[in-house]
Each structure stands twice: as structure tokens, then as C-alpha cells.
């Protein structure tokens, strides 16, 4: 039996694109329309424009053209020089970087110098106004960026073997105390030292655990006589490993028992 032919579609497109046609024809018309009737704010529209373009422009700003260039746009595939562009773009991004994190870190730099400097002076005319001067020396860290250090007079303070103040220490340390209330909110840091010479009594183990004592020891008095708020305190022993004097003498060795007070500036103590 013969196959029936298969009979050949109809020439041309089919009915129904016709009508697809005919309806994008009158939408589009329609959105003509009411684009037509509308009222644009050009401000808004600009800052719509500046938006998308600094979205999706490779250069900064939104701008769209190098120099006298040409302009980017979806007609254009080549851009002059564009090779020497590309291969520049991240090195440039990379150096801006670079300087705005140097510049950042120079102004913050400066701006705990200049706390750490207004602390310096507050805290000398307050030493000088509580007749101080004799007892104790005021100094800033080495950059000045960070805290100023009280220093107490070690004679003044600690018998060779023991963490408790000297009862002639006690005013001293009083108005000490004083002046470190004018500090509220700040981090402060009582770091005991000790002289090299071994520990014998059987209180304290070695230097480390009587420096120790000595740093709560203060502590401990700055929180319940002067009131200083425990949360602003911390205390460290540091042994014999950071001497301001020779430890072949007896007055050098009594320099380095000491007591060394930081107060950190306001910026230093948030972090």
C-alpha cells in the first residue's frame, strides 16, 4: 500500500504570531502613550542616570569617556588604549588604597597625641597642685599616643621583700589616688616591679609573685579608699625584668621597687 502523502504546511508565518504581533504593536503604543502624558523631574531623572552609570562604569564617578576619548556605549566595542587602561586600573586602585589607609592612620596617629598631650598637662598641674613634684615623675609613652605613666619615687614605697605600701607612702599615694578620680571611664594600668634581689621569705615564691602583690596591693586601695571604679582597673606584675636603675646598688634597687601607674587616653580606653 502506498504511503499518504504528507501534505506541505502553509506558507508564511502562522496565525497566531499575527496577533502576538499586533498586541506588542499596541502595547508598545500604549506605554508611548503614557510616557507622552507624563511629567519627568529631570533632577530625579539625572540622579537615576548618575546612579545606573557609576553602577556600571569601569571608571570612577560614573564618568563614561577618558580625556578627549570616546564614549563608552553599546555601539562602541574599542576604546583607545584600552589595553594600557586595563592594566593600570588595578595598580592605581591599589595606590589609592595604600595612601587613604596611610592618611587614616597619620590623623589617628595625631589625634591620640594631641589626648594623650592634654592628659599630660592635666595630670602635671594637678601633681603640681597636690605637692607632688617631688615624688613622682610624669611621663608618656614612647609615640605619646597612648597613655601617660605616673611613676612613684621606689624608695618611697616598698621594703626589699614586701607588697604592702610603707606607712610613709600612704599620703603620697592618697593624693595619687586623687588625681586619677579626675580620670573616670578611663583605663588605668598599676604594673608592679622588684629588684633583682631573690625572694627568701616564704610568703612569695619569687619576684613575679611579689611584684604581683604589689600591683593588687595598690589596686586594691585605689578601689576601696579613693573609690576608683574596679571596671577602670587593671594590675600586672612584671617582676624584675623592667629596671629604671642599676640593681648593683642600694639605691638603684630601691628605684626599682616601684609602682608605675598608666592612664589611658579616652581613645586608647574604649578599645
Known sequence: MAKKRQEEPPKG???WMTTFSDLMNLLLCFFVLLFSMSSVDEEKWEKVVASLTSSFSIFDGGASSIGEGQLINMGIAQLNEFDTYANNMGNQSEDSEGEEYKSLTEKLAEV???ETEQMYDGISELSS???????IDIQTDEEGYQYVMVNVTGSLLYDTGKAELKEDAIPI???IGDILKHYNGYRISVIGHTDNV???SGKYASNNELSSARAIHAAEYLMKVKKIPAKDLEWIGRGEYDPIATNTTA?????NRRIEIRIYNKLNSDS
Open 251 to 255: 639605691d638603684g634597687r630601691a628605684k
Open 129 to 135: 597642685k597636690y605637692n607632688l613634684d617631688d615624688y
Open 112 to 114: 591620640n597625641k594631641q
Open 198 to 200: 631573690p625572694v627568701t
Open 13 to 15: 508565518a502562522p496565525a
Open 173 to 175: 599615694f592618697s593624693k
